[in-house]
Protein backbone atom coordinates (compact mmCIF):
# COMPACT_ATOMS: atom_id res chain seq x y z
CA UNK A 1 0.00 0.00 0.00
CA UNK A 2 1.24 3.55 -1.03
CA UNK A 3 2.47 5.39 2.13
CA UNK A 4 0.04 8.59 2.40
CA UNK A 5 2.47 10.51 4.85
CA UNK A 6 3.56 13.66 4.36
CA UNK A 7 7.63 14.68 4.76
CA UNK A 8 8.63 17.50 7.05
CA UNK A 9 12.47 18.09 6.32
CA UNK A 10 14.77 19.70 9.38
CA UNK A 11 17.42 21.79 8.65
CA UNK A 12 19.71 23.88 10.43
CA UNK A 13 18.95 27.50 10.25
CA UNK A 14 20.97 30.74 11.91
CA UNK A 15 18.48 33.40 12.66
CA UNK A 16 19.74 36.39 14.55
CA UNK A 17 23.25 34.44 15.57
CA UNK A 18 20.73 32.11 16.93
CA UNK A 19 20.63 28.41 16.32
CA UNK A 20 17.50 27.29 14.76
CA UNK A 21 15.41 24.69 13.51
CA UNK A 22 14.11 25.06 9.67
CA UNK A 23 11.06 23.10 8.78
CA UNK A 24 10.65 22.24 5.44
CA UNK A 25 6.72 20.92 4.48
CA UNK A 26 4.27 20.62 1.33
CA UNK A 27 1.36 23.31 1.07
CA UNK A 28 -0.89 20.89 3.34
CA UNK A 29 -3.46 22.64 5.73
CA UNK A 30 -3.55 20.17 8.16
CA UNK A 31 0.46 20.14 8.14
CA UNK A 32 0.86 24.03 8.45
CA UNK A 33 -2.05 23.77 11.63
CA UNK A 34 0.01 21.28 13.18
CA UNK A 35 2.94 23.58 12.73
CA UNK A 36 1.48 26.38 14.12
CA UNK A 37 0.84 24.97 17.37
CA UNK A 38 4.43 25.08 17.97
CA UNK A 39 5.15 27.32 20.79
CA UNK A 40 7.00 30.78 19.06
CA UNK A 41 7.17 29.04 15.56
CA UNK A 42 8.19 32.27 13.01
CA UNK A 43 8.03 32.31 8.88
CA UNK A 44 11.40 33.26 7.54
CA UNK A 45 10.18 34.84 4.31
CA UNK A 46 14.51 34.64 3.37
CA UNK A 47 14.53 30.60 4.04
CA UNK A 48 11.11 30.27 2.76
CA UNK A 49 10.50 28.10 6.17
CA UNK A 50 9.45 27.72 9.31
CA UNK A 51 11.51 27.84 12.32
CA UNK A 52 11.68 27.83 16.05
CA UNK A 53 14.44 27.72 18.70
CA UNK A 54 17.15 24.84 18.31
CA UNK A 55 16.73 23.15 21.39
CA UNK A 56 15.78 19.18 23.02
CA UNK A 57 12.28 20.18 24.03
CA UNK A 58 11.71 22.01 20.72
CA UNK A 59 12.93 19.11 19.17
CA UNK A 60 11.05 16.49 20.71
CA UNK A 61 7.93 18.22 20.44
CA UNK A 62 8.03 18.06 16.41
CA UNK A 63 8.74 14.18 16.64
CA UNK A 64 5.32 14.27 19.21
CA UNK A 65 3.35 16.35 17.38
CA UNK A 66 3.44 14.77 14.30
CA UNK A 67 3.56 11.19 15.05
CA UNK A 68 1.40 9.41 12.81
CA UNK A 69 1.11 12.02 10.30
CA UNK A 70 3.80 12.99 8.75
CA UNK A 71 7.24 11.67 8.15
CA UNK A 72 10.60 13.45 9.74
CA UNK A 73 13.36 13.31 7.64
CA UNK A 74 16.20 14.26 9.50
CA UNK A 75 18.73 13.80 6.68
CA UNK A 76 20.04 16.98 6.96
CA UNK A 77 19.79 17.19 10.63
CA UNK A 78 21.33 14.36 11.64
CA UNK A 79 24.98 13.88 10.26
CA UNK A 80 27.35 11.94 12.90
CA UNK A 81 27.46 8.76 11.31
CA UNK A 82 31.36 8.08 10.47
CA UNK A 83 31.63 7.94 6.21
CA UNK A 84 35.37 5.58 6.65
CA UNK A 85 35.98 3.33 9.44
CA UNK A 86 39.18 1.44 7.82
CA UNK A 87 41.57 4.56 7.31
CA UNK A 88 44.48 5.32 9.84
CA UNK A 89 43.73 7.97 12.16
CA UNK A 90 44.86 11.21 12.03
CA UNK A 91 46.51 12.53 15.16
CA UNK A 92 43.88 15.00 15.72
CA UNK A 93 45.40 16.09 19.36
CA UNK A 94 48.66 17.23 17.22
CA UNK A 95 46.65 19.24 14.70
CA UNK A 96 44.40 21.16 17.34
CA UNK A 97 47.34 22.16 19.40
CA UNK A 98 49.30 23.07 16.09
CA UNK A 99 50.73 26.28 16.30
CA UNK A 100 48.92 28.69 13.65
CA UNK A 101 50.43 31.19 11.86
CA UNK A 102 47.23 32.99 11.86
CA UNK A 103 45.64 34.97 15.50
CA UNK A 104 42.86 32.95 15.63
CA UNK A 105 42.61 29.41 15.17
CA UNK A 106 40.31 27.02 13.28
CA UNK A 107 37.28 26.02 15.91
CA UNK A 108 37.34 23.27 17.94
CA UNK A 109 34.21 21.92 16.28
CA UNK A 110 35.06 22.27 13.17
CA UNK A 111 38.12 19.77 13.62
CA UNK A 112 35.61 17.43 15.84
CA UNK A 113 33.48 17.28 12.86
CA UNK A 114 36.34 16.31 10.37
CA UNK A 115 37.46 13.35 13.04
CA UNK A 116 34.00 11.91 13.33
CA UNK A 117 33.29 11.81 9.83
CA UNK A 118 37.18 10.06 9.55
CA UNK A 119 38.62 12.48 6.78
CA UNK A 120 42.03 11.62 5.74
CA UNK A 121 44.94 13.20 7.32
CA UNK A 122 46.17 15.45 4.44
CA UNK A 123 42.38 16.53 4.23
CA UNK A 124 42.03 17.63 7.23
CA UNK A 125 45.05 19.51 7.11
CA UNK A 126 44.03 21.48 3.75
CA UNK A 127 40.62 22.23 4.97
CA UNK A 128 41.76 24.11 8.32
CA UNK A 129 44.83 25.65 6.92
CA UNK A 130 42.25 27.20 4.21
CA UNK A 131 39.65 27.83 6.64
CA UNK A 132 41.64 29.70 9.51
CA UNK A 133 43.05 31.76 6.23
CA UNK A 134 39.26 32.39 5.22
CA UNK A 135 37.91 33.30 8.88
CA UNK A 136 41.63 35.66 9.54
CA UNK A 137 40.45 37.67 6.78
CA UNK A 138 37.59 38.49 8.47
CA UNK A 139 39.65 39.24 11.44
CA UNK A 140 37.53 39.22 14.75
CA UNK A 141 34.17 38.68 13.19
CA UNK A 142 31.76 36.33 14.79
CA UNK A 143 31.81 33.62 12.36
CA UNK A 144 28.18 33.31 12.30
CA UNK A 145 27.43 37.11 11.45
CA UNK A 146 30.26 36.59 8.42
CA UNK A 147 27.23 35.94 5.41
CA UNK A 148 27.08 34.90 2.12
CA UNK A 149 28.17 38.15 0.45
CA UNK A 150 31.38 37.96 2.92
CA UNK A 151 32.28 34.53 1.71
CA UNK A 152 31.98 35.84 -2.09
CA UNK A 153 34.11 38.89 -1.33
CA UNK A 154 36.69 36.82 0.02
CA UNK A 155 36.65 34.45 -3.36
CA UNK A 156 37.48 37.75 -4.91
CA UNK A 157 39.80 38.44 -2.99
CA UNK A 158 41.81 34.97 -3.61
CA UNK A 159 41.09 35.49 -7.54
CA UNK A 160 42.71 39.14 -7.23
CA UNK A 161 45.45 37.27 -5.69
CA UNK A 162 45.56 35.04 -8.81
CA UNK A 163 45.71 31.59 -7.13
CA UNK A 164 44.94 28.47 -9.16
CA UNK A 165 41.84 27.55 -9.33
CA UNK A 166 42.60 24.08 -7.59
CA UNK A 167 43.11 26.38 -4.69
CA UNK A 168 39.91 28.48 -5.15
CA UNK A 169 38.15 25.08 -5.33
CA UNK A 170 40.10 23.73 -2.23
CA UNK A 171 39.16 26.97 -0.11
CA UNK A 172 35.61 26.77 -1.28
CA UNK A 173 35.72 22.93 0.32
CA UNK A 174 36.93 24.22 3.40
CA UNK A 175 34.26 26.98 3.75
CA UNK A 176 31.11 25.06 2.89
CA UNK A 177 32.09 22.47 5.32
CA UNK A 178 31.63 24.33 8.15
CA UNK A 179 28.14 26.13 6.62
CA UNK A 180 27.41 22.90 4.81
CA UNK A 181 28.36 20.38 7.70
CA UNK A 182 29.16 21.73 10.92
CA UNK A 183 26.16 24.36 11.11
CA UNK A 184 24.12 22.05 9.20
CA UNK A 185 23.28 25.29 7.24
CA UNK A 186 20.24 25.06 4.02
CA UNK A 187 22.02 25.50 0.89
CA UNK A 188 20.53 29.11 0.15
CA UNK A 189 22.69 30.63 3.07
CA UNK A 190 25.77 29.39 2.14
CA UNK A 191 25.63 28.84 -1.49
CA UNK A 192 29.15 29.50 -3.69
CA UNK A 193 30.17 29.31 -7.28
CA UNK A 194 33.17 27.25 -8.52
CA UNK A 195 35.43 28.54 -10.73
CA UNK A 196 35.03 26.72 -14.28
CA UNK A 197 38.08 24.59 -14.78
CA UNK A 198 40.29 24.85 -17.87
CA UNK A 199 39.57 21.71 -19.62
CA UNK A 200 43.62 20.63 -20.70
CA UNK A 201 44.62 17.73 -22.10
CA UNK A 202 46.63 15.48 -19.98
CA UNK A 203 50.32 15.18 -21.44
CA UNK A 204 51.20 11.68 -22.31
CA UNK A 205 54.18 9.91 -23.32
CA UNK A 206 54.37 7.37 -26.45
CA UNK A 207 55.33 3.19 -25.48
CA UNK A 208 58.44 4.26 -26.83
CA UNK A 209 58.77 7.22 -24.77
CA UNK A 210 57.95 5.35 -21.72
CA UNK A 211 60.79 2.50 -23.25
CA UNK A 212 63.62 4.71 -23.22
CA UNK A 213 62.25 6.67 -20.00
CA UNK A 214 63.11 2.66 -18.27
CA UNK A 215 65.73 1.56 -20.78
CA UNK A 216 68.27 4.81 -18.92
CA UNK A 217 67.74 3.38 -15.50
CA UNK A 218 70.19 1.23 -13.64
CA UNK A 219 69.23 1.59 -9.90
CA UNK A 220 67.08 -1.52 -9.81
CA UNK A 221 64.74 0.22 -6.91
CA UNK A 222 64.36 3.18 -9.29
CA UNK A 223 63.18 1.32 -12.17
CA UNK A 224 61.10 -0.93 -9.77
CA UNK A 225 59.15 2.44 -8.66
CA UNK A 226 58.79 3.85 -12.04
CA UNK A 227 57.62 0.61 -13.27
CA UNK A 228 54.80 -0.04 -10.42
CA UNK A 229 53.65 3.74 -10.99
CA UNK A 230 53.07 2.85 -14.87
CA UNK A 231 52.05 -0.42 -15.00
CA UNK A 232 49.28 -0.12 -12.26
CA UNK A 233 48.64 3.98 -13.34
CA UNK A 234 49.38 4.61 -9.56
CA UNK A 235 48.92 7.82 -7.92
CA UNK A 236 52.46 8.51 -6.00
CA UNK A 237 50.18 8.95 -2.70
CA UNK A 238 49.31 5.37 -3.54
CA UNK A 239 52.84 3.95 -4.53
CA UNK A 240 54.11 5.40 -1.43
CA UNK A 241 51.44 3.69 0.89
CA UNK A 242 51.73 0.00 -0.74
CA UNK A 243 52.62 -2.44 1.44
CA UNK A 244 54.52 -6.01 0.75
CA UNK A 245 51.42 -7.56 1.23
CA UNK A 246 49.65 -5.85 -0.96
CA UNK A 247 51.86 -7.19 -4.32
CA UNK A 248 49.26 -10.10 -4.71
CA UNK A 249 51.82 -12.19 -7.24
CA UNK A 250 49.60 -15.32 -7.67
CA UNK A 251 46.78 -13.24 -9.17
CA UNK A 252 48.60 -10.63 -10.86
CA UNK A 253 47.24 -7.68 -8.86
CA UNK A 254 47.83 -5.54 -6.46
CA UNK A 255 45.62 -3.99 -3.94
CA UNK A 256 45.92 -0.10 -3.62
CA UNK A 257 44.49 0.71 0.02
CA UNK A 258 42.67 3.86 1.24
CA UNK A 259 43.10 6.24 -2.23
CA UNK A 260 41.72 9.38 -3.03
CA UNK A 261 38.06 9.12 -1.51
CA UNK A 262 38.42 6.15 0.94
CA UNK A 263 38.18 3.65 -1.56
CA UNK A 264 40.56 0.55 -2.18
CA UNK A 265 40.76 -1.09 -5.80
CA UNK A 266 42.86 -3.67 -7.27
CA UNK A 267 45.14 -2.31 -10.46
CA UNK A 268 47.16 -5.16 -12.63
CA UNK A 269 50.64 -6.48 -11.82
CA UNK A 270 52.30 -6.56 -14.93
CA UNK A 271 54.77 -9.64 -15.93
CA UNK A 272 57.99 -7.66 -16.33
CA UNK A 273 56.73 -5.46 -13.41
CA UNK A 274 56.78 -8.51 -10.58
CA UNK A 275 60.27 -9.78 -12.22
CA UNK A 276 61.72 -6.52 -11.48
CA UNK A 277 60.39 -6.22 -8.13
CA UNK A 278 61.76 -10.01 -6.92
CA UNK A 279 65.06 -8.31 -8.17
CA UNK A 280 64.76 -5.18 -5.94
CA UNK A 281 62.98 -7.41 -3.14
CA UNK A 282 65.73 -10.05 -2.89
CA UNK A 283 68.73 -7.19 -2.98
CA UNK A 284 66.84 -4.39 -0.77
CA UNK A 285 64.90 -6.62 1.76
CA UNK A 286 62.21 -3.85 2.98
CA UNK A 287 60.26 -4.55 5.98
CA UNK A 288 56.88 -3.34 5.56
CA UNK A 289 55.90 -0.68 2.85
CA UNK A 290 57.34 -2.03 -0.59
CA UNK A 291 59.34 0.74 -1.07
CA UNK A 292 60.97 2.05 1.88
CA UNK A 293 63.56 5.03 2.70
CA UNK A 294 67.06 4.18 4.85
CA UNK A 295 65.64 4.17 7.81
CA UNK A 296 62.34 1.73 7.12
CA UNK A 297 60.12 5.29 6.64
CA UNK A 298 58.15 5.76 3.97
CA UNK A 299 60.05 6.65 0.85
CA UNK A 300 60.36 10.41 -0.71
CA UNK A 301 57.54 11.88 -2.78
CA UNK A 302 60.59 14.46 -3.61
CA UNK A 303 63.22 11.63 -4.56
CA UNK A 304 61.08 9.94 -7.04
CA UNK A 305 60.15 13.16 -8.30
CA UNK A 306 64.04 13.82 -9.15
CA UNK A 307 64.33 10.19 -10.19
CA UNK A 308 61.75 10.88 -13.24
CA UNK A 309 63.28 13.86 -13.99
CA UNK A 310 66.94 12.43 -14.45
CA UNK A 311 65.38 9.47 -16.14
CA UNK A 312 63.30 11.41 -18.82
CA UNK A 313 66.44 14.17 -19.17
CA UNK A 314 69.01 11.07 -20.53
CA UNK A 315 65.71 9.80 -22.71
CA UNK A 316 65.91 12.89 -24.34
CA UNK A 317 62.35 13.62 -24.09
CA UNK A 318 61.83 17.53 -24.25
CA UNK A 319 57.87 17.38 -22.53
CA UNK A 320 56.81 18.45 -19.27
CA UNK A 321 56.40 15.05 -17.75
CA UNK A 322 55.70 14.26 -13.92
CA UNK A 323 54.87 11.53 -12.12
CA UNK A 324 51.69 11.81 -12.84
CA UNK A 325 52.20 11.71 -16.91
CA UNK A 326 53.06 7.82 -16.32
CA UNK A 327 49.32 7.66 -15.20
CA UNK A 328 47.83 9.49 -17.33
CA UNK A 329 50.24 7.32 -20.50
CA UNK A 330 49.25 3.92 -18.45
CA UNK A 331 45.61 4.87 -19.22
CA UNK A 332 45.87 6.42 -22.96
CA UNK A 333 48.00 3.04 -23.98
CA UNK A 334 45.09 1.24 -22.58
CA UNK A 335 42.64 2.71 -24.19
CA UNK A 336 44.49 2.18 -27.35
CA UNK A 337 45.11 -1.88 -27.15
CA UNK A 338 40.78 -1.81 -26.97
CA UNK A 339 40.53 -2.24 -23.62
CA UNK A 340 36.84 -0.77 -21.93
CA UNK A 341 36.70 2.66 -20.74
CA UNK A 342 34.54 0.89 -17.40
CA UNK A 343 37.57 -1.11 -16.66
CA UNK A 344 40.00 1.58 -16.63
CA UNK A 345 37.98 3.86 -14.73
CA UNK A 346 38.00 0.48 -11.73
CA UNK A 347 42.09 0.70 -12.61
CA UNK A 348 42.57 4.24 -11.94
CA UNK A 349 39.77 4.69 -9.24
CA UNK A 350 38.01 7.26 -10.51
CA UNK A 351 34.36 7.77 -9.15
CA UNK A 352 32.77 9.17 -12.54
CA UNK A 353 33.44 7.35 -15.98
CA UNK A 354 33.36 11.70 -16.96
CA UNK A 355 36.89 11.44 -15.21
CA UNK A 356 38.15 8.96 -17.41
CA UNK A 357 36.79 9.59 -21.04
CA UNK A 358 39.44 12.48 -21.11
CA UNK A 359 41.61 9.85 -22.24
CA UNK A 360 39.67 9.24 -25.51
CA UNK A 361 40.90 12.68 -25.87
CA UNK A 362 44.15 12.06 -26.26
CA UNK A 363 43.87 8.14 -27.78
CA UNK A 364 45.28 7.91 -31.26
CA UNK A 365 42.48 4.93 -31.86
CA UNK A 366 41.09 5.46 -35.21
CA UNK A 367 42.79 9.17 -35.94
CA UNK A 368 46.07 6.97 -37.32
CA UNK A 369 43.62 5.62 -39.85
CA UNK A 370 42.34 8.85 -40.79
CA UNK A 371 43.51 10.10 -44.25
CA UNK A 372 44.43 13.80 -44.26
CA UNK A 373 42.62 15.35 -47.30
CA UNK A 374 45.99 17.92 -48.08
CA UNK A 375 47.57 14.07 -49.37
CA UNK A 376 45.19 13.79 -52.24
CA UNK A 377 45.71 17.22 -53.71
CA UNK A 378 48.56 17.22 -56.17
CA UNK A 379 50.63 20.00 -55.19
Known amino acids: MKNSF ?20 PNNPTIRALVSTLKNVKWSKKYGLSYIENNKNNLDNIFEIFRGVAWINGKYFFK ?24 RKCPVEYIDKLQVLRYSENTVKIYVAMFEEFINYYGDSDLLSIN ?22 QAINAIKFYYEIVL ?13 FDKKLPIV ?30 RV ?12 SDRRLILVRNSKGNKDRVSLLGEKTLIILREYYKIYKPKDYLFEGSKG ?37 LLEKGVNLRYIQSLLGHASPKTTEIYTRVSTIGISDIKNPIDILDI
Open 205 to 234: LSTNEIQNIFKTITNIKHKAILMTIYSAGL
Open 80 to 103: DKPINTSIPEPNYTLIKNKKSKYK
Open 148 to 169: ANDIKNYLKYLVKREVSKSYQN
Open 6 to 25: STITLRHLIVDNSKMIGLEY
Open 297 to 333: ETYSKTSIQKILKKAVFKAKISKHVTIHTLRHSFATH
Open 237 to 248: SELLELKISDIQ
Open 184 to 196: CLPNCYYYIDRPR
